[in-house]
């Protein structure tokens, strides 16, 4: 099979929280480090989201977190947040029931709180992630991102995750982010009930990337860059 060269970027469509007032969205650093690193390795790259339409962005997202405190500002997702032309890429993304897996060679699920209300509730998502897979492709994701691989079934009825090995942002790191009492689920615990091998990182927040052939996570934010290149190893060596 001839490779397409260009990957699928599914973000939330979601700006807010259901119980409490929080604003939130997309993280916009699981775009940027990873687009950081594909760019370079020369993939193109299209966004879709549940809904499609304009793309929330978590104004937290906008400072380095670690441990749930800000460390400052993150230089490299302010150059692309200050780049009209590829901000204006989130103003109107396309809805992922409108993507067509072979047109790509892998699928990125990007984070923030907003995926945790509607990824796991669109159909579309679950079918186009199932198809990824079993069209032999990349399936990746981040941090809450995995939420988007919860509902994925296979055509045997199987979860898609059910016996991977896999990482997603840990309950921990959930306290520690204060956003326990808000989220409306565990995502470390919803993997596991699907049959998911999960396994963090010992330090919160720190980098943690899992690979297990073709499905590649990564824990948390820090995670992102690390997913990428993952990626972008897994399609170059399989090409």
């Known amino acids: 099979m001839v490779g397409a060269n260009r990957m699928l970027i599914v973000v939330t469509g979601a700006g807010e929280y259901e119980k409490v007032g929080y604003r939130t969205g997309l993280w916009l650093s699981e775009l940027t480090h990873f687009w950081d690193v594909a760019e370079k390795a020369g993939f193109g790259m299209d966004v879709a989201s549940p809904s499609g339409g304009f793309v929330p962005i978590d104004p937290e997202s906008l400072m380095i977190q670690e441990a749930g405190h800000a460390l400052g500002v993150d230089g490299a997702v302010h150059k692309r947040y200050e780049d009209r032309g590829f901000m204006d890429r989130l103003s109107n993304v396309m809805k992922v029931a409108d993507a067509d897996a072979g047109a790509y060679d892998a699928i990125y699920l990007t984070g923030g709180h907003g995926v945790c209300f509607d990824f796991p509730k669109s159909e579309p998502l679950a079918r186009l992630v199932a198809s990824f897979w079993e069209a032999g492709k ?3 994701a981040v941090c809450h991102g995995p939420a988007g691989l919860l509902e994925a079934k296979l055509g045997d009825g199987q979860y898609l995750i059910g016996g991977k090995n896999l990482t997603g942002f840990s309950w921990g790191e959930e306290k ?10 565990c995502l470390e615990d919803e993997l596991k009930r699907r049959g998911a091998h999960y396994t963090k990182s010992s330090v919160p927040f720190k980098s943690h990337v899992v690979e297990d052939g073709r499905l590649i996570t990564g824990q948390n934010p820090a995670s992102a860059a690390g997913v990428g290149e993952a990626v972008v190893k897994r399609l170059r060596g399989a090409g």
């Open 138 to 140: 990349v399936v990746s």
């Open 176 to 185: 520690l982010a204060k956003r326990d009492e808000a989220v409306p689920f």
